[in-house]
């Protein structure tokens, strides 16, 4: 049974979502020398799928994001992985890294290392994760469209 | 060097990544899953032949030298104990394929066991306390999911158990790692091994009794076993098969890597040690007698077989520890055969209550022997494996002058023996056309189960008959455990 809508709660998730996501990439990128990184950022991107959640149930977080759960993990789980191979290819210790640094026109000079890349993979598994916990436990979501305060 | 010591963590995550990926395809899952495994197998066979040769070696994570970093790291001990996991994970993996249930129901089966490989290896190659940790949480995670798929009331209720049993100890873990680097702000363990030694008596002490509480939970010693029998039998087949071989296992590697490497000499609990071992054959295997049903008795003999290793143990000898492993090598194969049977007659007959079996030797005169073989082993009836385990042990026991805990490991045989012989009498001999259920498997599946199941058995055969030189590598592996000078000049790169 679908859940009445919250006219309220809709339009500030339109204000919110997107820039909750930018929030989650900004920490994302910003993990490498400052407080943030890769899980932190999928906790900030799993928070505004929750909202999406509240505000519309599973659909509507089925309908944000195109793919599956899955996809989510396995992709992070490769990335991640791939990154722990790449350095063990080369002879060098698993998971070490390797710096980037490329003239990106008119951003400016911006520095990737692997580490990062692997950070894009933890991100990607707590999203996948918050996605699963979604479809595994969020089927029968309550008739309100707010649960109540002791549910949060 | 670097591959063969991170390939057995990373290789079963990349597997898991693409069983994942791979999704509602239980073949390709399937497929995924053997290669890796496979791959791990020969990686992990290379590196023990490796570490014989040339000794102990380590890799730094990240190349972050070590304290700093986290070290991989693997002697002969780790090595040992890497090959066998890795061989009962890949055995199991083939029966449980052919098995109905479990593997085929559960679409995240293969990602979840991988998950578990990958903490067991890490478990045995880690050379830091922090990360050991780490290791047995992705392993635990993991196999509370294994212990409860199917979801059944008895499951989840046994599950309940474990879980929050496993929670506690993990709880003490790391307030234990929290007291250990307050005291000497490393984690590292060959950097805690120089750094413990030079704390005052009481606080090693602390330490050490608190690090045995920790494993002793894990590995399911007295007085700490009293979840092991309860959660065990529950799950699928395939799942205990594998749980009862090896998790309780990297319970015992943890306090024969944590007692012999962190203490010195002075603090080592040895007779506390041999005392619990005791008290651990005999419980355990009075808890057996109990029993009347065949998981369940095989659950109780687990934890009365871990006295025998924490009796090696306790000896703090290179003799007992030798014996210790090789003791180990014989259970792992053994204990995992055993339970891999037990869920052939399940599959059957549809029970495992000894009072509703009787003559399966007609119908399954393979499975009478299949099972026959590891339980005389299991009991130290020579030529089996477990005699020259047992032996190994008792002669250490001798040597240091142990009588006590020597005598009762040797009553405590006999007492397995008899258990051993109840289930056997009770489920294949008897009169009667045999408890049959009508369940019977399509050729392809009794292929891939027996077959797992008889290549174990073959293997612990191999083990009695390869026995002399084993004893050799576990004598090289113990005198590495009790002169840890060549295991922290390898991770501190002297």
Not at chain 2, 10 to 16: D, K, N, S, T, Y
Not at chain 2, 321 to 337: N, P, Q, W
Not at chain 2, 454 to 469: D, E, R
Request: hydrophobic letters at 55%.
């Amino acid at each position: 049974m679908r859940p009445r809508r919250s006219l309220i709660l809709d339009t500030t998730l339109r204000l919110v979502f997107d820039a909750a996501l930018v929030l989650s990439v900004y920490l994302l990128f910003a993990g490498h020398n400052q407080p943030g990184g890769g899980f932190v950022g999928g906790l900030v991107a799993g928070g505004a799928l929750g909202l999406r959640y509240l505000a519309g149930g599973l659909d509507e977080v089925r309908a944000t994001l195109p793919g599956r759960p899955w996809h989510y993990l396995s992709a992070g789980l490769l990335v991640a992985v791939g990154m722990a191979l790449r350095s063990l290819v080369g002879g060098g210790a698993p998971l070490d890294q390797t710096a980037y640094t490329g003239d990106l026109l008119v951003i400016g000079t911006a520095k990737l290392t692997t580490a990062t890349i692997f950070d894009v993979g933890v991100y990607l598994i707590v999203v996948g994760l918050v996605l699963l916990i979604f479809e595994g436990l969020g089927e029968h979501p309550s008739e309100s469209p707010v649960p109540e305060e002791h549910g949060s | 060097m670097n591959l063969l010591l991170a390939g057995p963590v990373v290789l079963p995550l990349l597997g898991a990544a693409l069983c994942i990926g791979a999704g509602r395809s239980r073949n390709a899952q399937r497929v995924i899953a053997v290669l890796t495994l496979t791959a791990v197998a020969v990686l992990s066979a290379v590196l023990l032949l490796r570490v014989d040769d040339e000794g102990t070696v380590a890799v730094q994570v990240g190349g972050w030298e070590a304290p700093v970093g986290i070290t991989l790291v693997a002697d002969r001990l780790a090595a040992i104990m890497l090959v066998l996991a890795v061989l009962m994970l890949l055995a199991v993996l083939v029966y449980a394929i052919g098995q109905p249930g479990a593997e085929e129901d559960h679409v995240g089966f293969h990602p979840v066991y991988l998950v578990l490989a990958a903490g067991v290896a890490l478990a045995f190659l880690t050379g830091d306390l922090f990360n050991l940790f780490v290791a047995f949480e992705v392993l635990l995670m993991a196999s509370y999911v294994l212990l409860t798929l199917g979801g059944r009331a008895d499951q989840v209720r046994s599950g309940m158990t474990y879980v929050v049993i496993s929670l506690l100890a993990s709880a003490l873990f790391l307030a234990a790692l929290a007291f250990v680097y307050a005291a000497t702000g490393t984690l590292n363990l060959a950097d805690l091994s120089e750094k413990v030694a030079a704390l005052p008596t009481g606080v090693r002490t602390g330490l050490a009794l608190l690090l045995i509480v920790v494993f002793g939970i894990k590995s399911a010693i007295f007085p700490l076993f009293f979840w092991l029998p309860d959660s065990y039998p529950t799950a699928p087949s395939p799942v205990t098969a594998v749980f009862a071989g090896l998790l309780t296992k990297v319970g015992v590697y943890a306090l024969l890597r944590s007692q012999t490497l962190l203490f010195p000499p002075d603090t080592r609990p040895g007779t506390l040690l041999l005392v619990v071992a005791a008290l651990t054959m005999v419980v355990g295997v009075l808890g057996a007698v109990t029993q009347d049903d065949i998981k369940r008795i095989l659950s109780f003999h687990i934890v009365s077989q871990i006295g025998y290793m924490v009796m090696g143990l306790g000896l703090f000898t290179v003799a007992g520890l030798a014996g210790a492993v090789i003791y180990i090598i014989h259970h792992i194969v053994v204990k995992t055969t055993l339970f891999l049977v037990a869920g052939l007659v399940e599959q059957r007959t549809g029970t495992g209550k000894l009072a509703e079996l009787t003559g399966l030797r007609r119908l399954e005169p393979v499975l009478a022997v299949l099972f026959l073989l590891p339980a005389l082993s299991l009991a130290g009836i020579p030529p089996f494996s477990g005699f020259v385990a047992k032996l190994a042990l008792v002669e250490a026991g001798m040597g240091a002058e142990a009588y006590v805990v020597v005598a009762v490991s040797l009553a405590v045989s006999l007492l397995t023996l008899f258990s051993m012989s109840k289930i056997w009498s009770n489920t294949f001999w008897g009169p009667g056309p045999g408890t049959d259920s009508g369940r019977t498997l399509t050729a392809p599946r009794r292929a891939l189960m027996v077959g797992s199941t008889g290549g174990l058995v073959a293997l612990s055969l191999a083990i009695a008959v390869a026995a002399g030189p084993l004893y050799a590598l576990s004598e090289r592996a113990a005198a590495d455990l009790m002169d840890t000078r060549g295991y922290v000049e390898e991770v501190l790169g002297r």
